[in-house]
C-alpha cells in the first residue's frame, strides 16, 4: 500500500521517490538489520537538535564498528538537497521529519562484516507527524508488555538506534491488540524502561522522574534535553530513578518524551491513571520545551532547510 503522502528519498546522493526500489536485495541492512539510523524534526524550517542526533548516530556507528565514509557536513549537505527536492514534489507544508539510515552495505551472503563492501545511506522526508489535539488534551493510553521484556543490555543495548527494532515491534503489537495507543516495556529485572519509540518520565511527589540509562533504554534527546535545563526552567526538580510497575499508583503523571512529539501527556497505563490537560507538571514541560526550541531555532539560521 502507498503511503498517503509523498515521501522524498535519496539513496547514496541519488534523488527519488521513497516508494521507489534503491538498494540490492544484498543490502545488510535489509538482511541483517546491519544498520543504524537517526530522526531529525524541524522547528520553523530549522533542523533541531543536529549535532546532538549526530553524535548520537557516531555512537552507534562505533559500537558496531561501523566507519562512516561522510562528514556531518557532508550529510547535512544532502538533507538540504532531499528537502529541496521534496518541496518540489509535495504540496504539503509545515515541519518536517527527516529520516537517516546508514547500513553497513552490500556483499557476499554471510554474517561476517567484512563480506561488506562499502557503507549506504539513505535518507527520507516526509511531514513531520502531529499528535491530534484531542489525544494532547486527554492524554495516551499504554499498556504494558507482559509476553516480552526489553532486550537487555548485554544482548543488544537499547542505547544503540539500530535498524533492530523487533523487540519494540513485537511489544508494541502486544499493547495494540489490547487497545493502547503505545506500550511499556520491562526489562528482565522488572522495570520499567521506555515505550517503542519514546522515553518515558512520571511525576512522583512533585518531582519528574525518569528511568537511567543503566535499566537499558536510548539515551533520548528530548529527554537530555529536560535534564540539562529544560525541567529547571520549567520551575520542576528531575532526577533519574528505577521506576517498577507497583510504582506506578504513586505517581501523579506521566509523559513520553521524543524528538517528534516532544512531551506527550499520558492518561493511563493499564488501569492506572494519570492526570492531564491544565495546571499539570507536564504542560509546564511542554511549555518550557517549546521555549527552548524558540530559542535554539533562533540562534542557528545556518541549519535551515
Not at 31 to 54: K, P, Q
Not at 137 to 153: C, D, E
Not at 271 to 294: C, I, N, P, W, Y
Request: glycine share 8%.
Amino acid at each position: 500500500m502507498k503511503p498517503a503522502h509523498y515521501i522524498q528519498a535519496n539513496t547514496n546522493g541519488r534523488l527519488h521517490p521513497a516508494d521507489e526500489p534503491s538498494l540490492s536485495p544484498l543490502n545488510r541492512g535489509y538482511l541483517y538489520g546491519d544498520a543504524i539510523y537517526e530522526v531529525w524534526r524541524t522547528y520553523d524550517g530549522v533542523v533541531f537538535a543536529w549535532d546532538e542526533h549526530w553524535q548520537r548516530l557516531l555512537r552507534s556507528a562505533a559500537a558496531l564498528h561501523l566507519e562512516l565514509p561522510w562528514s556531518a557536513g557532508e550529510i547535512f549537505a544532502e538533507i538540504k538537497r532531499t528537502v529541496a527536492a521534496y518541496r518540489e514534489r509535495s504540496t504539503a507544508s509545515g515541519e518536517l521529519y527527516i529520516r537517516l539510515q546508514i547500513t553497513r552495505g552490500g556483499g557476499a551472503i554471510g554474517l561476517d562484516v567484512a563480506l561488506a563492501d562499502r557503507a549506504d545511506f539513505v535518507l527520507m522526508v516526509q511531514p513531520c507527524p502531529v499528535t491530534p489535539s484531542e489525544k494532547v488534551r486527554t492524554g495516551l493510553r499504554l499498556a504494558l508488555a507482559t509476553s516480552l521484556r526489553r532486550n537487555p543490555i548485554e544482548s543488544l543495548n537499547p542505547a544503540w538506534k539500530t535498524g533492530n527494532y523487533l523487540n519494540n515491534i513485537l511489544c508494541l503489537r502486544e499493547a495494540r491488540a489490547r487497545g493502547a495507543d503505545e506500550v511499556v516495556m520491562l526489562n528482565r529485572a522488572g522495570e520499567i524502561t521506555e515505550s517503542a519509540v519514546s522515553n518515558i518520565a512520571f511525576v512522583r511527589g512533585g518531582v519528574v522522574v525518569t528511568p537511567p540509562l543503566a535499566v537499558g533504554i536510548l539515551g533520548g534527546i528530548t529527554r537530555d534535553f529536560l535534564l540539562r535545563g529544560v525541567a529547571t526552567a520549567a520551575g520542576v526538580a528531575i532526577r533519574e530513578e528505577i521506576v517498577c510497575p507497583e510504582d506506578l499508583a504513586g505517581c501523579s503523571e506521566c509523559f513520553l518524551l521524543s524528538t517528534t512529539k516532544d512531551v506527550s501527556p499520558v492518561s493511563a497505563i493499564d488501569d492506572v491513571t494519570f492526570a492531564v490537560g491544565d495546571d499539570t507538571v507536564g504542560l509546564r514541560l511542554k511549555r518550557a520545551f517549546e521555549s527552548e526550541m524558540r530559542t535554539y531555532v533562533a540562534a542557528r539560521p545556518h541549519q535551515r532547510v
